[in-house]
């Protein structure tokens, strides 16, 4: 394939430039002969830092299945992909180079029956360990646990392990080079799994202003799934005769979502973005998630940049494009930072140097 060069401004600082891209990489050097690519906002690729590849309400789904999704992320301008637990082994994907780039955190490992049918490992205290240690040589340095669920004996939110037993279980997984999140909607959880050293905390609802500064000092980051937390007033309506407890908890986490998430922000916690794909809600919609989340309240740089660049070098890849990175970038027609909607409308997504998308005429 010929040179392409593509001109304007560059996220995120802004300044204009062409980029060229040569097998697979950027340069900042002219290439004599170079075709012109696109001209708009470049964006480094987009990142989904809460997604589930090959898991859909029911559990596991088909390889074609998985691939349909990864190709909706994709068109959405998401080249990167955490995958944030899969019943199914997405491992094929990451030799696929037309499908985003996928850093996977293995299966959930859950506590029995206290999860969602067909999606963890479900296991007791004493396996935690060993299942954390298991999931971690399978992943790609990630594990994720459900850190909380309703539990039918309490009728509300309750954790699903003793702390001393999540703690010996992020211990092992540190041992293995690996970095543990955890599913978390409620606050009972919340301070064994920091104290113990978490490396994130999803959704992250109950976080009160003590855990908040904690999660600063450590470097702890928080992915909010802001889109996910709108979904709880349904949930605590399909608990309330069954379960009253647990559905004014729901009812009180969500009353308090803004200011629970901006707390974070504001504190300095790392926050990034995640549209829980797959999670009861649906692939390539990366973009709503950034809408949700300057909805919230934090500034379109902020929120874009959690679902870019800062999201990129969390994950340990390039975040920006400069000379010799990888050449995986979304272009726009406008400033997506002024301009949200653009988000929806990539202009040209180019995903390890080439233009995969958009693919029609």
Known sequence: MSALTFTGPVLPDGERRALTVVGGHVTLETVPGAETGATGWIVPGLVDAHCHLGLDDDGAVSD????????????GGVLLIRD?????????VQDREDLPRLV?????IARTRRYIRNYAHEVEPEELASYVARE??????????VGDWISREEGDLAPSFPPEVFAEAIAVAHEHGARVTAHCFGSRVLPGLIE???DCIEHGTGLSPDLVEEMARRGTALVPTVMQLEKFPQ???????????YASTMTD???????TIMSAVEAGVRVYAGSDGGGLSRHGNLAGEVHAMVALGMRPHDALGAASWRARE????????GEGDPADFVVYDADPRTDLETLRRPAAVVLRGRVVAPTGG
Do not use: M
């Open 104 to 108: 996977r955190a293995g299966r959930h």
């Open 314 to 321: 969390w994950l340990g890849f390039a975040p920006g494009l």
């Open 84 to 92: 944030c637990g899969s019943a199914a082994d997405t491992a094929w």
């Open 235 to 245: 949930y605590a309506e399909a608990g309330a005769e069954k379960f009253p407890g």
């Open 136 to 145: 971690a040589q399978r992943g790609d340095g990630w594990v994720k646990l």
């Open 196 to 198: 113990a050293g978490i």
């Open 64 to 75: 074609a299945a998985t691939e349909q999704q990864a190709l909706e992320d994709r068109d």
């Open 253 to 259: 986490l969500f009353a308090r979502r803004r200011e």
